[in-house]
Structure formats: structure tokens, C-alpha cells
């Protein structure tokens, strides 16, 4: 990373007259001059005018002011951020799939439509569950998928009271937010000081309004649930639905399956378990899958595979007239994320079934590693083996008064990006650390001695950590005053 | 390593998982493939593709992407970040997310945008969510029935589970009955008013007064549109709208069958506190220089749990610098003269295929952009006529009943396949459909 900010805005580097594009002629008569004026913009949108090259030098300099997973080691707790092999990218890239457009007929998109159904499959048999839709485009949207398709699963039964959805305080904030925008009221149970589920708190809550249970396995402080048939049983008897937020699904990968321990619903970050880049914020994937007895309430459109009169699988979209009346409809333009879809398709075959067991595995190893080397400085609030993740409640150390917030900025000074911070809020010094299985020992070993290096500073000179970060292109923003006076765009500066 | 955790095996990393509840086989799943195995794996899926020469769009735009812009966007330094907590080491994606938000409320005409939703139709349903949010105890949107039907059936699902009720204003001769509006407006129950332009037929709609008269109910105004027209068409912040939520692929996306997208959704300064999603605001850093961070957190989940704005979290960031590198390139003269090139080509071919004696257009008075709906004519079926075209390597619009084609031109249409196309057309006309399966038609 370029240590020297850059900071231009492209509207700065705008130069009248200039421009970057060229545009072939179609040789046909204007049309615009005909139209009602009245109908038109008056005044053009202040754009920049600028020429390719200065585009292209603008953009790479900012580049270089910026942190991915192929800058450095990237242990955002929650967020998976493993190693996006350079293939995947490149076959999502193919012209055959780029090009297609979503109303062509059926046979012109065979392969497209046989590439989601493939992936829809095996995520059925990575989650132990019955059908998956590709359709929502992120974890939060197949959440709200997810509590679509339990409401619609209610409803058919003609069971309307079911209005409530029960997530654990440590959940993240995704969950209690999707249930609010499928029409259901939280209610928050919670975690005993192991950080897992409280058996005892969650039975009472549980009644005839009680639409679903949100939970996280392992959970958000890394740690396997292991009351999990005891809560499932529950769960169901009193006749909700248990609901599988697959955020962390990738330490049980080829261990432990979602749908074998009594979840009904989950979702699959494709950009995390499923190694598809997380670009900045996004584009990513929320597969949703269900247990046998809701594929009929899976959103459309559908991917369908019929045999052919020559014998060959033939793919086809439903759009609910197959399934039967309960589909939930629409809950994205088409297909989802398609592109991101292909990548993780991508991803599965390469590592097939044992690779898939072997990344999981490894990812739990590395947290596990990183956690036992430096437990002596750092406070371990739950101390048992973790899964992919764990989180340290500061440092052990308070006196010094250097906060988990110091911690992750001094990490950026050392060339790592920090640890997600203040999550969960079960503890006040949160630094959750998720190293995944695609760093090596050096890596991991080197990450620790910056970790050791920086609790020494807090009790030596915690000035040097307090003033983190040094080495950055910018230093600490203020937070404050962009929320008091916010600036929102160029016209406003 | 396994010994600094005090372990013996790989195995041990599991002993809190309950024996009974761990898969006691491996994955159905194929063996590891090499990359050149994976290559050919997706080659062989792609040979079952065919792109088609695309006269279609309904929501999906076949527009050009300039080079730079995915040359530039597979930086691995914007492409393997995420989100931008750490603004100190995100100064770049923090940037393009503000340029972002600077085109798109030019674009709309409005004063402030987030960093992006998932795509159109979700950007409209959380528009509409803006809404009866910001009504407090009215919760119902009316929804112009000239609509694009996917963005309709998308605001139903997120409506039915939201408590919301969605009703139709109905339309006249391809235009929304305003006269219907109003007195739906009347009712004094409604919280959002939802119109398109140009509408799913390509229409572009007068909407004099209606903003006055949405407003006068209380009510918000929410307008959609694909985001290029936005480049010349009327915008919604010049009619009066309080809400501007769509597509923005037509911004230099591929069309990848569906997506990745990007949805905006942009607003008045009123409503800033109301708008769900990541924006970036300006500030200045502990040196004094001008920089960029997240803001306006308070309305997000990670804080505000069941009563944040939206559940959005991750979102389609890297699309976002896609419109940002692409509106760089094309400038306000570039977008203009992109809509100029489609408006020609769409008006070229429209004439070419009412003269063909096929077709005659369904909305003969309307004025439209780059899309129009032409009603078949023939004795024999327009799926038959769509059919041939197919056959041709043509998708030569979208069926939107058994005799209504939705026919849509880009500047990537060349004067030759516009003209194949009206001829095609042409010959149809003439022949019976035993006969045209025997023409060659693809030349
Ligand atoms: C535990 C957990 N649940 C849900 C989500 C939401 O997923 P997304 O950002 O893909 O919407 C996240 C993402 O950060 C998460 O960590």
C-alpha cells in the first residue's frame, strides 16, 4: 500500500472540453429534437470531463491507497476474508456468460442455467438441506428470504399469530434488522458466560407466537453450539422453525452440516465460505436453502432440470406455476449475483469434497493457534477451543488505558488490516480474529509477534499506541464532525 | 501447531461438536479439479451458451462498457477489500463510493444518495419502506400500473411481509391514469407514490403536477428510472420526487445474465436520516486533509439492530466503481450522446418494422426514448416470429403478452442488424411459417 495519500476527487481533474470515451455512429436520424421538451432535462448533469488516461491514473492511485486480501493479512472477524483465487475470476468473466441476457429462451442459456443448478445442488449437500435458491444477493437479503419463506411456511397452515422471531444477543445485526423488515418483532435471549445459547432463558420465550429462532453455529464468539438438538427440539415443538444464519459456516465445512442438526432454513455467504472477493462492500451472494417440506416456498424465479426427448438434462426457468401456489414471488430481479455465483462454483470444484474438509479444518487450526499465542496478553472471556474465530476482550492489561480501538490501528501501521472490533457486543474491548485457513504459519506467526509487540508498547509507551496509526496514508478521521455536517457529495464540499 | 493448542489431532479442533451430529461420510461431491480442469469445466458449460444480438431489455440493458472499466475494477486492491471500517487503509474505496454518490444525485437530480443496493427492484421496495417510515401511520403505496412487473412483484413480496399495502393505479392507453391518482390520493391514507419513467413500455410520462399533488396528500413521490436515460430525460428531482430508487446497470454493467447489478436509491436532505445502506461522507483527518469515511451509522444495523433503516449490509460496493469510472469516461456529452445513438436506432427501427406490415406500434401517439411495444399483426404467431429470429442468433425484444413485443435499441446496435432485423420482419410478413423455417434469414 502506497503510503502516500492521494486524495484528488475526479471532478477536481475536469478540464472542459475533455473526454474518454468514443462511440461508434449508427447512421440513424435523431430522435431526441422530436421528443416534447418538456419531457427532457433542462440543465446536464455536472459530470467530470476528463480524457482515458487521467481516468485511468486517477483510479490506480487511488487504488494504491487502499487494503484488500491481496495487499496483506486480513482477519476481520465474521467476515471470512480468504485468499479469491484468480481463476474464479476469470471464468465468471467468459463472454458466454457476460453477455447473456436474462429473456433469452431457455435453450440459448443452457449452460448458464445448468452452472446455477449444479451449485444450487451442491450446496444442498454442503448444508444437508433440500432445495437451495441462488436468488438473494447477500447474507442480510437471504435473511429476510429466509423469514419470508417462514412466514409464507406459517401462513399456508392458516397460522397467522406467529409474529415474533428470537435471535441471541449476540447475534449480529443483520438478524434482528431482517426480522424487523419481514413484519416480525424481536425478541432478544441470552447468552450464557461460555457465550453459547441459555437453554433456560430461551424456553420460556418460546410459545405459539414464536414464527422462528435465529441462530449462528458456530456462534458470533466462535463457539460451537453444542445444545444445538436440545434448542432444535424445542424449537419445534413448540412449532417454529429454526433458522441457520451461515456466516460461519466455513469451520464445519465437511464436518458438521446445518441441516443434520435440526436447522429448517439457512442461509450461505457465497462471499465468505465460498472464497467469491467481497469488492469493497460487495457484490456478494446469500444462497438460502430449506429442509424438506418448504421447497415450495423458495422464491422465483427457479432453476428446473427436465430430461430432454434425446435423453440430455434440460434446464429451464419456473416462475412458480411448477411449484405450486406458495412460492413467495419476486425477491430480486432474476438470478441473483449470477457472476458471483460462477465464482463460487468455481471455487467448489477446485477444491472438491476433501479440500472443501481440509479448508475448514485449517481455518479452525489457524484461530485456534493464534488464540493459544497470545492468551497471556490479551483477555480470553470464553476459554475453550474455538472454531474459525475467537475474541479477545482487549488487553489483559487495562491500566495502560490503551483500548481494543488503539489495538487495530496500531495493527494498520504494521501492515495488516485490523480484527473486527466491538463485535459482538457481549464484551466492551470486542477484537474478534478470524485468520482463515489460506494463511501460513509465517503469516500468522509474524501477526502474533506485531500483537505481542504492540501489548509491550501499551505498557512501555502506550502514547505510540494511542496516537495509531502513524504509518498510514491518512491518519484518524473525524467521525464527529462527518455525522454533524454531513458532506455527501461534490456539490457539497 | 497443534501442539501450542495442546492437541494431538486435527480431530481434537472438533471435540465440542456433539458426535452425533457430525457427518459421518464425505460430501457427494467430485474430487478436487486442477485449474485447467475447472478451465475446461466451464468452457464446456459456456459452449451451451449462445449471446444473441440483443434487441431485449425490460430492466436489463445491453449497453458498452468502456475497457478501462473493467481493466481498472480487477485491481485486486478495490476487488478483495470490504467494507471501508478502517478509512485509514480504505481511503480509495471511501472515494470512488463518494464520487458515486456526487454522479448519482446529478443524475436523479436529487441531493444525496447511499453507497448502492442490491439492484433495482430492491432499491425500489426499501424506497417504498422509506416511505411508510417516514409516514409513521399510513401504510399504503400506490404503484403506477405501467410499472416494469418485476419491480412490482419484488415491492409486493417485501409489502406483503412488511404490512404494507400495495394498490394500482390504473393506466390508460400506456400512460398512468392520473386523474385515478388523485383520487386515490384523496383516500388521505396513502405514504408513497411510485412512477416510472420512461414506464415499462418506454414511455416517457408527463407528470405535471403531480409531485404538488402527492405532496398535498402528505405523501411521498418515488420515481424510477434506468439510470442512462437519466443522462437526458426529465429527472426526478425536476419533477418534484422525493425519492429516486432504481437500476443503474445500464451505467456500464454487463448484463451477466441478471447480475451483479447496482441499485441507487437517492433522496432529499430531509430524508437523509431515512435512507437505508453504507454513505460516505467528507471529513478531515487528525493532519487536516480532506478525506473520506463511513457516516451516518446510527441508521444501520451493526447500531440500530430491529430499528435501523434496512438490514442492507453488504451491499454491490465494486459496482459502485463501475458508474464511477464510467460516467468519468462518457461525461454528460458521452451519456447524452449514448441515449442520442439508442433514441435514433430505436426510432429507426420502430418506423422500419410498422413499414414492414408486421407490426404496428401499440402506443402510436406516446413519445418514447430507446424502448417501445409493437403489437403483431401477422396471421401466423409472434412467437413463431420470435423463434426465427432466435434461430438467427437475434433476440429481437421481450414477449409481454401473445402479441406485444417490448423492443429495446442500444448504441451497441449496428444500422446492418437493425436493418437484418426489420428485414426479418419483412419477409415475415410475406411468407407462411413453413416457408420462413426454410429461408435463411441470417444473413
Ligand atoms: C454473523 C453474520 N451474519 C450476517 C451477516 C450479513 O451478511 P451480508 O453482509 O452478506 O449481508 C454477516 C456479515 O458481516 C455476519 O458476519
Same mark, same amino acid.
Given at each position: ?8 476527487v ?9 473526454q ?8 440513424c ?5 422530436g421528443?416534447?421538451s418538456?419531457?427532457l ?6 459530470l467530470?470531463e476528463v ?14 491507497n487502499?487494503f484488500?486480501?491481496d495487499?496483506g493479512f486480513?482477519p476481520?472477524g465474521?467476515?471470512?476474508?480468504k485468499?479469491?483465487p484468480k481463476i ?18 431457455s435453450a ?17 449437500e ?7 435458491t441462488l436468488?438473494?444477493y447477500?447474507g442480510?437479503?437471504?435473511?429476510l ?10 401462513e ?9 422471531v428470537?435471535?441471541p ?5 443483520t ?11 424481536v ?10 445459547v ?10 405459539e ?5 435465529m441462530?449462528t ?10 445444545n444445538?438438538p ?7 415443538a413448540?412449532?417454529?422453525l429454526?433458522y ?6 466455513n ?13 429448517d ?30 421447497e ?6 427457479r432453476?428446473?432440470?427436465?430430461t ?14 411448477e411449484?405450486g ?10 438470478l ?8 463460487a462454483?468455481a471455487?467448489?470444484?477446485s #477444491?472438491g469434497?476433501?479440500g472443501? &474438509?481440509?479448508?475448514?479444518t485449517? =481455518?479452525t @487450526? *489457524? ?5 493459544e499465542? /497470545? ?7 470464553i476459554?475453550?477451543?474455538?472454531k ?8 489483559t ?11 487495530a490501528k496500531?495493527l494498520?501501521?504494521h501492515?495488516?488490516?485490523?480484527p473486527?472490533?466491538?463485535?459482538p457486543l ?36 502506550p ?6 496509526? #502513524?504509518?498510514?496514508?491518512?491518519? &484518524?478521521?473525524?467521525?464527529?464532525? =462527518?455525522a @454533524? *455536517? ?6 457539497? /464540499? | 501447531m497443534?501442539?501450542r493448542?495442546g492437541m494431538?489431532s ?10 452425533s451430529?457430525?457427518l ?9 479439479m ?5 478451465r475446461d ?22 449497453h ?10 480487477a ?11 478502517q478509512?485509514?487503509?480504505s ?13 448519482m ?10 453507497a448502492?443496493?442490491y439492484?433495482g ?12 417510515s417516514?409516514?409513521?401511520?399510513k401504510?399504503?403505496?400506490i ?7 418485476i419491480?412490482r412483484?419484488?415491492?409486493d413480496?417485501?409489502a406483503?411481509y ?8 390504473p ?6 391514469d ?15 407514490v411510485?412512477?416510472?419513467?420512461p414506464?415499462?413500455y ?13 405532496h ?7 420515481m ?6 437519466l ?5 426526478p ?6 425519492i429516486?430508487?432504481?437500476?443503474a446497470?445500464?451505467?456500464g ?24 445502506g453504507?454513505?460516505?461522507?467528507a ?8 478525506v ?6 446510527a441508521r444501520?444495523q ?6 435501523a ?13 463501475y458508474?464511477a469510472?464510467?460516467l468519468s469516461?462518457?461525461g ?5 450522446e449514448?441515449?442520442?445513438l ?8 420502430a ?7 408486421a407490426f ?15 403489437k403483431?399483426?401477422?396471421?401466423v ?6 423463434e426465427?429470429?432466435n ?5 429481437p425484444?421481450?414477449m ?6 417490448l ?28 416457408a420462413?423455417n426454410?429461408?435463411d434469414?441470417?444473413?
Open positions: 500500500m502506497n503510503k502516500k495519500y492521494y486524495g484528488k475526479i471532478f477536481e481533474l475536469s478540464r472542459p472540453g475533455r474518454g470515451y468514443s462511440l461508434p455512429a449508427n447512421g436520424e435523431d430522435a431526441l429534437a421528443l416534447p418538456d419531457l432535462r433542462t440543465k446536464s448533469p455536472e467530470p480524457d482515458e488516461l487521467t481516468v485511468v491514473r486517477h483510479y490506480n492511485n487511488m487504488s494504491t487502499n484488500g486480501v495487499t486480513y476481520l465474521s467476515c471470512t476474508m485468499y479469491n474464479n475470476e476469470e471464468m465468471a468473466s467468459l463472454p458466454a456468460f457476460t453477455a447473456l441476457h436474462p429473456f433469452q429462451p440459448t442459456v443452457q449452460g448458464a442455467l445448468e452452472a446455477y443448478y449444479t451449485l444450487q445442488q451442491m450446496l444442498s454442503i448444508g444437508g438441506m433440500a432445495e437451495f436468488n438473494p447477500a442480510a437479503h437471504g435473511e428470504t429466509g423469514l419470508m419463506v417462514i412466514r409464507a411456511y406459517h399456508s397452515r392458516g397460522d397467522m399469530k406467529r409474529t415474533k428470537i435471535v444477543d449476540s447475534a449480529h445485526g438478524n434482528p434488522a431482517s426480522a424487523a423488515v419481514a413484519g416480525l418483532k425478541v432478544e435471549v441470552k447468552s450464557l458466560p461460555d457465550g453459547t441459555d437453554v433456560e432463558a430461551l424456553r420460556p420465550l418460546l410459545d407466537t414464536v414464527a422462528a429462532v441462530m453455529n458456530p456462534n458470533t464468539v466462535g463457539i460451537f453450539e453444542h444445538i436440545e434448542i432444535a427440539e424445542m424449537v419445534h413448540c412449532g417454529a429454526l441457520y444464519d451461515g456466516a460461519n459456516l469451520p464445519l465445512l465437511g464436518v458438521a452440516r446445518p441441516g443434520d442438526m435440526g436447522f432454513v439457512m442461509h450461505i455467504n457465497l462471499h465468505k465460505t465460498f472464497s467469491t472477493p467481497h469488492g469493497g462492500g460487495g457484490p456478494g451472494s446469500g444462497p438460502v436453502g430449506v429442509r424438506a417440506g418448504l415450495q416456498f423458495l422464491p422465483n424465479p432453476v428446473v432440470k427436465h430432454g426427448d434425446n435423453g440430455d438434462p434440460l434446464f429451464h426457468l419456473d416462475f412458480g406455476t411449484k401456489p406458495h412460492a413467495l414471488g419476486r425477491i430480486s430481479a432474476w441473483g449475483n449470477f457472476a458471483v455465483e460462477l465464482r462454483l471455487y467448489i470444484l #477444491l469434497r476433501d472443501l &474438509k481440509l479448508a475448514g485449517l =481455518a @487450526l *489457524n484461530a485456534n493457534y493464534i488464540k499465542s /497470545l492468551r497471556d496478553l490479551y483477555e480470553l472471556p476459554d475453550r477451543v474455538c474459525h474465530e475467537f475474541v479477545f476482550d482487549g488487553l492489561d487495562k491500566s495502560t488505558g490503551v483500548t481494543t480501538l488503539n489495538v496500531r494498520l501501521d501492515g495488516f488490516h485490523a473486527t472490533i466491538y463485535f457481549l464484551f466492551h474491548e470486542s477484537l474478534m480474529i478470524e485468520p482463515t485457513e489460506t494463511e501460513s504459519k509465517e503469516t500468522l506467526d509474524e501477526f502474533i509477534a506485531v500483537m505481542r509487540d504492540i501489548a509491550r508498547e501499551a505498557a512501555e509507551t502514547d505510540v499506541v494511542k496516537n495509531a496509526p #502513524l504509518e498510514t496514508p491518512i491518519r &484518524k478521521p473525524d467521525d464527529t464532525a =462527518a @454533524l *455536517n454531513p458532506v455527501v457529495t461534490f456539490a457539497d /464540499l | 497443534l501442539e493448542c494431538k486435527l480431530e481434537e479442533l472438533y471435540s465440542d461438536v456433539p458426535e451430529l457430525k459421518k461420510r464425505d460430501y457427494e461431491l467430485q474430487p478436487q486442477s485449474e485447467k480442469e475447472v469445466f466451464f468452457e464446456e458449460l459456456a459452449v451451451r451458451n449462445q449471446p444473441l444480438t440483443c434487441f431485449a431489455g425490460a430492466g436489463f440493458y445491453d458498452y462498457t468502456p475497457a478501462v472499466v473493467q481493466s481498472i475494477a485491481r485486486s486492491e478495490f476487488l478483495t477489500a470490504y467494507t471501508p471500517y478509512p485509514e487503509i481511503q480509495g474505496t471511501l472515494q470512488y463510493i463518494f464520487e458515486y454518490q456526487s454522479m444525485t446529478q443524475l436523479t437530480g436529487m441531493e444525496v444518495s447511499n448502492s443496493m439492484d427492484t430492491t432499491a425500489l421496495a426499501e424506497a417504498m419502506l422509506m416511505a411508510v417516514h409516514a409513521r401511520k401504510n399504503r403505496v404503484v403506477s400500473a405501467t410499472l416494469n412487473p419491480y412483484e419484488v415491492i413480496t417485501y406483503h412488511h404490512g404494507v399495502t400495495v394498490d394500482t393505479i393506466e390508460v392507453d400506456g400512460i398512468t392520473l386523474n385515478a391518482m388523485r383520487e386515490m390520493l384523496a383516500a388521505g391514507d396513502v405514504a408513497g411510485i412512477l416510472p419513467t414506464n415499462f418506454g414511455i416517457l410520462e408527463d407528470y405535471t403536477g403531480v409531485a404538488d399533488a402527492v398535498a396528500a402528505k405523501a411521498l413521490l418515488i424510477t428510472a434506468p439510470a442512462s436515460t443522462g437526458v430525460i426529465r429527472t428531482g425536476e419533477w418534484g420526487a422525493d429516486a430508487a432504481g437500476e446497470q445500464s451505467l454493467m454487463p448484463l451477466n445474465f441478471g447480475g451483479p447489478y447496482l441499485g441507487y436509491i437517492c433522496c432529499t436532505k430531509a430524508l437523509i436520516r431515512k435512507l437505508p453504507r454513505i460516505v461522507g471529513t478531515t483527518d487528525a493532519d487536516g486533509q480532506r473520506f469515511v463511513l457516516t451516518l451509522q444501520e451493526h447500531i440500530r439492530r430491529d430499528k433503516t434496512s438490514n442492507i449490509c453488504s451491499n454491490q460496493g465494486l459496482m459502485a466503481l458508474v469510472m464510467y469516461l462518457m454528460a456529452k458521452g451519456l447524452r449514448v441515449n442520442e439508442s433514441a435514433a436506432g430505436a426510432h429507426y427501427l418506423n422500419r418494422l410498422v413499414e414492414s406490415g404496428e406500434l401499440k402506443y402510436p401517439e406516446r413519445p418514447f426514448l430507446n424502448e417501445f411495444v409493437v403483431f399483426k401477422g396471421e404467431k409472434l412467437a413463431d416470429f420470435v426465427v429470429c434461430s438467427c442468433g437475434c433476440l425484444g421481450v409481454i403478452s401473445d402479441d406485444e413485443l423492443v429495446c435499441v442500444t448504441e451497441t446496435r449496428t444500422k446492418e442488424e437493425i436493418d437484418r432485423y426489420a428485414w426479418r420482419a419483412e419477409t415475415f410478413s410475406k411468407a407462411t411459417v413453413p420462413m426454410n429461408t434469414m441470417s444473413n
